[in-house]
Structures are given as C-alpha cells and as structure tokens.
C-alpha cells in the first residue's frame, strides 16, 4: 500500500486535478490518494465562519455564492460530458445548500468545525466524479467514518488502524481509494479538523495505520528547502532528511508540513516523500530514519511567539521550583516550546497566549513575571548540528548586529533555536543563508 496527498494548489485547478489523475495511475500498486480543499477554499469558510460569528449574515451570504460561482466554473472545466458536470454539480448544490441553511441557525463551535470541512468533502467528491468520467476505477473512503482525536485532540492510531482496516477489507477488488485530508471525527461524535495545514497529519496518519511503504506529500515545491523560500531568495531542496529532523523543521514552522505530522509516519518507519505536482520528475525530499548526513540542513521560523521570564533569586535553586512552574502551564494546557534558566530566572516561550493573563497570574506569586510578545522562533536544523565545527561562531557572526533574545542549543542533537523580535525574522533568516549556507 502506498499513500499520496495532494495539497490545496495541486488540486486546486480542474488541469491540476487531470494532473493528478495521472499521478495515481503512474503505477499499479493499491494506494490510499488524500486530498485537501481546492485552494483557497477552506480560507473561505473561515471567512465565512468568522462573518457568521459576528452576526454579518449578508457578508457570509455573498461569499457563500461567489464560492459556488467558482465551483460551478471548476466542473465545466474539470468533465466533459454533460452527464458528469450534473452529476458534480448535484453534489456540490447540497453543500451549498448546507452552508446557506447554516445562515438560518445560531453560529458554534461545532458547527464551525462542519462548515471547515465541506472543501475537503466536495474536492474528493469532485474528483471521483472526474476519475469516473475518465475510467479509473476507484472507491471513496469517507474520512469521518475512519479518522478519529480523542478527548486531547490526539488522533487514535489503533481506532484509525482497526477500521481503516474493515473498510479496506469490504473493497477487495479496488486498488484506488481516495479519502478527505483533514476532517475526522472527535471524542464526542462531531465533525472536527487536524488544525490548518492539517491534511499533512492525515497522510501520515493512514500510512502509519495501513504501514504502506510509503507516504507521498505533492505539494506545488520541490521538497524542502534549506530556508523559507516565500522569504529568502536563494534556497535549495534538501535531498534526505531524518525523521527528527523533519519533525523539528515542520513544528518551528516550514510551512510545507504540518507541525506534528511526521510522528506517525515515524512510529511505522515509513518514509515520507516531498514532491512536487507541478515538476513529478524532480527528485523532491525523501525522510527516513537515517539522516543521510551531518551538519546544518535548513532552518525554519515560528510566528506569533511569547516569552516568559520568572526571575526569583529565592526559589530557582529549590526543589520542585520548575515543576510548580510547567504545571501551570499544563493547568492551562499551554506547551512550551523553548526553555532557558539561569540562577536566578526562567524563560520559557509559548505560541499559544489563549490563557496568558491566567498563567501569568498564577506564576506571580513564584517571582517577578516579564512578558514579551510579538517575538518569533527561528531553528536551525541539522544532525549532529551542536557538534559540528564552527557552527555556533558562524551563526552568532552572522547575527553580530541582530538582537538575540533567547537561545536554545544542546537540549536535542538537531537543533538551535534562537527567539528573535518579530520585526527581525526576515533580517535573519537572509543573514543564516548567507553565513551558514554562503548563499
Ligand atoms: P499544500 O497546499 O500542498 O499543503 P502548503 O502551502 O501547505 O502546500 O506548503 C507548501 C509551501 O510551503 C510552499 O509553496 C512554500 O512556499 C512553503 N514553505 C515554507 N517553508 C518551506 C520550506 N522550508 N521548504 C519548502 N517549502 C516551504
Ligand atoms: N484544507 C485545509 C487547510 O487549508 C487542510 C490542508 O490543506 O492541509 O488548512
Ligand atoms: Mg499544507
């Protein structure tokens, strides 16, 4: 069993789709295919949700029908024969119609979470109605009837394997099984999502629980680079990376992978590749247990960072002092993601500032308590990065002029990450590709 996702942008044109087809039926193996929403769909519905959410039911109404325009303008162009384009268009007027009930009830949370998922719901479907035109014989694998978080939001690998497993069995004689990224089913029986990006997480989801050979990521880059190329200019695609490595990239923000999607992939040693849609010839990024090589790899950023500071020459030396602190922020259900302490005071940064009046409140009584907001986490990743020569002297060269606030090096083996002001991300990323990368 293999597992292919296809993101938005790769699915987001009917030629895309074509495409895509293509790709699926390059080879004869039995493969599990995960879209995502067309492009910019699922911003829509969160454009829709938020105008909801304020009681602007008129804005919500107009975005509504210039989504269905675009749809209906996709399927004329995605099947040919009138018998398909009414069939498509059939399916996608229920969504519609959906969407536009939903403008007569009361907005929640739940039904947030149900309007989030209709791109995916329609995409899939959209596809198969193509895939049928074309002949290519498949089956959809309704993603709510497999994909489950529990209580904590956490995806149930087993639950997952055990009824993806039942569904595979009633479907002996199909090899192409197409299924939504993304949506699953949460502890209380509701339609809910993996977080944004999150169709990453679905993938390696269904190829850990089916322990297909492999998980294939298309997207509309080629592999990951060694530097955020929406940012710096001058960036290139890493040939392998490890399991950790990738994992540390994607959770401190590469963008191209969603942050916790390669834990499962991980756990089942199955490799995960990066590939690129729009250039299927390009030998993309594979990930592996092995990390191929030593030294700095690439770096990523981390939006939307705050740091804490609790300075307490009092209590920082007592016993139990650190773990009075992390358990408010596990009272609060906040991760940390980076930690320093010295004799005297403790960092720590949070990307979550949901609780902070709370947390902040609960660890005053612990020291003084500094917030700084608005900073940002940039990571260097590498393996064996904290032993490789001259890189920490190349990396402070290169940021000789920027204002460092905190720095982590030596807690992992692959990475070293410094917090920096917002306003100075851009400035460092450009100065690392240029000291560590000579680019
Ligand atoms: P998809 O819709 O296929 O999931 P995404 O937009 O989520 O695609 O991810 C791909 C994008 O990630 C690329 O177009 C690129 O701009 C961005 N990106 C950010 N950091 C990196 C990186 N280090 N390497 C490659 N792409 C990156
Ligand atoms: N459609 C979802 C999003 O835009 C999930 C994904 O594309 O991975 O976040
Ligand atoms: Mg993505």
């Known amino acids: 069993m293999k597992v292919m ?21 390059k080879d004869n193996k039995r493969k599990i295919v995960v879209l995502s929403a067309l492009s910019g769909t699922t911003n829509a519905l969160v454009e829709i949700s938020n105008f909801l959410a304020s009681g602007d ?13 675009h749809y209906k303008n ?24 959906f969407l536009r009930i939903i403008l007569l009830i009361s907005f929640s949370e739940s039904l947030y979470k149900d309007i989030l998922a209709q791109g995916e719901l329609m995409s899939t479907k959209l596809f198969c109605v193509y895939l049928e035109e074309a002949g290519i014989k498949h089956a959809l694998l309704p993603a709510l009837e497999f994909m489950s978080i529990d209580a904590n939001e ?11 497993n039942e569904l595979l069995q009633q479907l002996t004689d199909v090899d192409i099984f197409i ?44 592999g990951m680079h060694n530097n955020d190329p929406r940012i710096v200019n001058k960036t290139f695609a890493i040939e392998q ?35 690129n849609t729009m250039q299927p010839e390009a030998a993309g990024t594979v990930i592996t247990k092995e990390a191929g090589s030593v030294g700095v790899k690439a770096m990523a950023a981390k939006d939307g960072i705050v740091a804490i500071k609790i300075k307490s020459s009092r209590m920082l030396l007592a016993y139990g002092f650190l773990r009075k602190i992390f358990e ?33 409140r609960e660890l005053e009584p612990f020291g003084t308590v500094d917030v700084l907001k608005n900073q940002t986490i940039v990571s260097i990743v590498g393996n064996e990065i904290a032993q490789t020569k001259n890189v920490l002297q190349k990396l402070f060269d290169s940021l000789k002029d920027v204002q460092v606030t905190m720095v ?25 590709n240029s000291g560590l990368f000579g680019l």
């Open 74 to 97: 996709f399927i004329q162009l995605l099947v040919a024969k009138e018998e398909s384009r009414k069939k498509a268009n059939e399916i996608i007027d229920k969504h519609f119609e």
């Open 241 to 275: 990376l490890s399991f950790d490595e990738a994992a540390e990239l994607a959770y401190f923000g590469a963008k191209i992978l969603h942050p916790t999607c390669i834990w499962p992939a991980q756990q089942e040693n199955v490799p995960v590749r990066l590939l």
């Open 57 to 69: 039911k008129a804005s919500a109404s107009i975005k509504i029908d210039q989504l269905h325009e």
């Open 179 to 222: 299924t939504q990224g993304y949506i699953c089913k949460n502890a209380r029986g509701e339609v809910d999502n993996l977080k944004r990006g999150g169709s990453d997480y679905t993938a390696s989801l269904v190829a850990a629980a089916a322990r297909a050979e492999v998980c294939e990521i298309w997207t509309d880059i080629d």
């Open 328 to 360: 408010v922020f596990e009272k609060y259900k906040t991760s940390i993601d980076m930690i320093t302490t010295s004799e005297v005071a403790v960092s720590v940064t949070i990307d979550n500032d949901q609780f902070l009046q709370e947390i902040v």
């Open 154 to 164: 956490e995806p149930q690998l087993l639950a997952i394997r055990t009824k993806l």
């Open 408 to 432: 982590s090096y030596g807690g992992s083996p692959h990475n070293i990450s410094l917090l920096v002001p917002a306003n100075e991300k851009v400035n460092t990323l450009q100065l690392l």
């Open 5 to 25: 996702k296809f993101g938005g942008t790769s699915v987001g044109k009917p030629e895309r789709m074509h495409e895509v087809a293509q790709l699926i039926t």
